[in-house]
């Protein structure tokens, strides 16, 4: 059996395909990262999940796309920990900016691009990625991310300069200040989760100007540090995974048209057409 693994900053998507192309379960973990877990963390998480765990013994293949697995040595991290869980199976480590491009542009080239808790591109010529600009994670890069996206506004509150309807909602809601933020940020484990979390709100949102200027700042960011670097931008079409490009596409669309960018697929998640690639 083959078990196909998205995994990104906040969740990890696994399908198991059985030898007639079906798919016999689909499950959900916690995201991994090799550069903040450690193997222990990995095995923890899915020896927790005892509906993957039914099949683990059966399963003789893993194609696992990861945020972060950029490097042999990243990769060997992954790799080790899903080979004590799956001990019967063949592991594949790939980087997740390689599954988002077989699951948008397939065979063919394009841009494909990552917008969910992070944030990344490549150029796929139909086989290879190739990129120009290194990812360095939400504190340096993630443009345009809905960890971005969180931070600039709680930023924007901390700074009184949103709305006073929105500002007092937010506080309403999740009782913001400084003391919490700068806890939660600096001190707790998962900052990029906490940040990435405000991206719900914003979508609800998503009408006021107030927030309709914020997320298309961080578009055009994005598409600035991490699409025109390409030279053939405007000669292909440019596709986008990840729940904050499908939860915010019309504005992705907006940012897109402004640079003159053939906007191509967005899909929520790319397990889907790695299933059809794979199986």
Not at 159 to 165: E, F, G, I
Not at 188 to 198: C, I, R
Not at 234 to 250: C, K, L, M, T
Request: proline share 3%; charged share 20%; with cysteine.
């Amino acid at each position: 059996m083959l078990l196909i693994a998205d995994s990104g900053a906040t969740k990890t998507s696994w399908a198991l395909v059985d030898a007639q192309k079906q798919i016999v379960g689909e499950y959900s973990t916690m995201g991994f990262s090799p550069i903040f877990h450690s193997k222990t963390d990995i095995t923890n998480a899915l020896n927790g999940n005892g509906d993957l765990m039914m099949w683990a013994l059966q399963i003789t293949q893993v194609r696992y796309f990861g945020a972060g697995c950029s490097s042999p040595e990243r990769n060997a991290k992954i790799h080790d920990a899903l080979k004590q869980v799956f001990s019967h199976a063949h592991i594949f480590i790939e980087h997740d900016l390689l599954g988002a491009a077989i699951a948008t542009c397939g065979n063919n080239a394009g841009i494909a691009c990552i917008l969910g808790t992070g944030s990344n591109s490549c150029y796929f010529d139909g086989t290879e990625l190739h990129e120009v600009v290194p990812s360095l994670d939400f504190i340096l890069s993630d443009e345009g991310s809905g960890t971005k996206l969180g931070m600039e506004l709680i930023r924007q509150y901390m700074y009184n300069r949103l709305p006073k309807d929105l500002h007092n909602e937010l506080l309403n809601t999740y009782h913001l200040d400084k003391e919490m933020v700068l806890r939660k940020v600096y001190s707790e484990s998962h900052p990029k989760a906490f940040l990435s979390s405000f991206a719900k709100f914003m979508h609800t949102h998503k009408e006021n100007p107030a927030i309709q200027e914020i997320v298309l700042n961080c578009f055009d960011e994005f598409l600035d540090y991490r699409v025109t670097c390409y030279p053939n931008y405007r000669q292909i079409p440019v596709h986008f995974v990840g729940s904050i490009a499908h939860y915010f596409a019309d504005m992705l669309a907006i940012a897109t048209q402004k640079r003159q960018i053939q906007l191509g697929r967005i899909i929520q998640a790319p397990i889907y057409g790695l299933i059809e690639h794979f199986s």
